[in-house]
């Protein structure tokens, strides 16, 4: 893309996003909630591709400066200078140029919300729950790294540690953008806790991540929902047992059914319960968009099938492998304490790849 096809559509980002700015301003876009909340994602979303335009620009004019003192100053003084900078600032146009290409790409409207993350313990028995639990701390101290906060909704633990099922909201700044790529089937290599004679076995746990869905995204008619209550169960005391503060919500129409447990209050169960069925109905659709996207793209880097097996974790060689993008590390038990950003810029690095290809005409 040459840079005056660069500068043309990134001056039309910075009409648009000016005029958003004025539209923020006005009275009666203040007064209309749902608007007033999708311009100012629209604002945050075109800033940083505004700023990259002012960057890129001052680039080329600088370099414009630098190559008009070389042709025209008689000063040889000066043209030595220009010569230096010119050496210095044309390096910097191609990867400026790439980043502004990835800027100019759609985002995902799904990147920026809160996530629904849901850890399954699959084949391997006991092992596979205690898996989970693995996986789950992993995240929760990925999570806490990243100042997100983490509540768990559900879940049954396992017999012999870990968990069978959680599911836990995570709440922050681009939350799903970054998690989605943990979509997938996790695969573990390792001798288990219950294994007598040392023999390494293979288990499994999946997980599942969705975007969360806001209520201006989606309206649920209270005569499609059927609210059931009962005890809660596990640990939490006094209450638990006794109170019907649980709750279980059942939509007619689909047929999806939500529960909530983990609050004393049925109130807040309640509210909670309903946070995860918008969602649930929300990603009904969604994946079809994901299924979409997975047939055009190779790699399936954060895309539809959450049966695929993603990624391994070999504890015996401190090796992690991720399928899809085929990146090995020997750091395992660095990633097992959260440690994960890495990995996720790898996968995103992968992603962005395949989109720019989808994006170029051939």
């Not at 230096?84 to 920026?112: C, F, G, H, N, T």
């Not at 017999?159 to 998690?179: H, Q």
């Not at 169960?233 to 447990?261: D, E, F, K």
Request: hydrophobic residues 35%; proline residues 4%.
């Amino acid at each position: 893309m040459s840079s005056n096809l660069i500068l043309d559509k990134l001056e039309g980002v910075n009409q648009r996003f000016i005029e958003v700015g004025e539209l923020l301003a006005r009275p009666d876009v203040v007064s209309d909630m749902k608007r007033y909340i999708q311009l100012s994602k629209e604002y945050k979303e075109l800033k940083p591709v505004v700023e990259a335009f002012k960057e890129y620009k001052d680039l080329l004019s600088n370099i414009a400066t630098a190559k008009d003192i070389i042709a025209n100053e008689k000063d040889q003084e000066l043209r030595e200078m220009a010569k230096a900078e010119l050496d210095e600032l044309l390096p910097r146009v191609e990867p400026m140029e790439e980043k502004i290409k990835l800027l100019l790409l759609p985002a995902d409207p799904q990147d920026s919300k809160n996530a629904i993350l849901e850890i399954r313990a699959g084949t391997g028995g006991d092992e596979a729950s205690i898996f989970a639990g693995d996986l789950f701390r992993m995240y929760s101290k990925f999570c806490e790294q990243k100042g997100w906060k983490v509540e768990i909704t559900a879940m049954t633990e396992g017999t012999v540690g870990g968990f069978k099922e959680i599911i836990a909201e995570v709440k922050g700044e681009g939350v799903y953008g970054t998690l989605k790529y943990e979509s997938g089937v996790h695969r573990v290599q390792r001798v288990p806790q219950t294994e007598t004679q040392g023999r390494i076995h293979t288990s499994a746990a999946s997980v599942v991540v969705l975007p969360e869905a806001e209520e201006l995204d989606i309206e649920v008619r209270q005569e499609d929902i059927r609210i059931d209550r009962f005890c809660s169960s596990g640990p939490g005391g006094q209450s638990v047992n006794t109170t019907y503060s649980a709750v279980r919500l059942t939509h007619i129409p689909t047929g999806v059914v939500v529960s909530c447990q983990d609050q004393k209050s049925q109130l807040k169960n309640l509210e909670k319960a309903m946070n995860e069925l918008r969602t649930r109905l929300y990603n009904i659709e969604y994946q079809k968009y994901l299924n979409e996207v997975a047939s055009k793209r190779k790699t399936m880097v954060s895309t539809g099938d959450r049966s695929a097996k993603i990624r391994t974790y070999n504890y015996p060689q401190g090796r992690l492998t991720d399928h899809r993008i085929n990146y090995t590390v020997y750091n395992l038990p660095s990633i097992l304490d959260g440690n994960l950003q890495e990995l996720i810029n790898q996968l995103q690095m992968a992603e962005n790849a395949e989109r720019l290809k989808e994006s170029t005409p051939v």
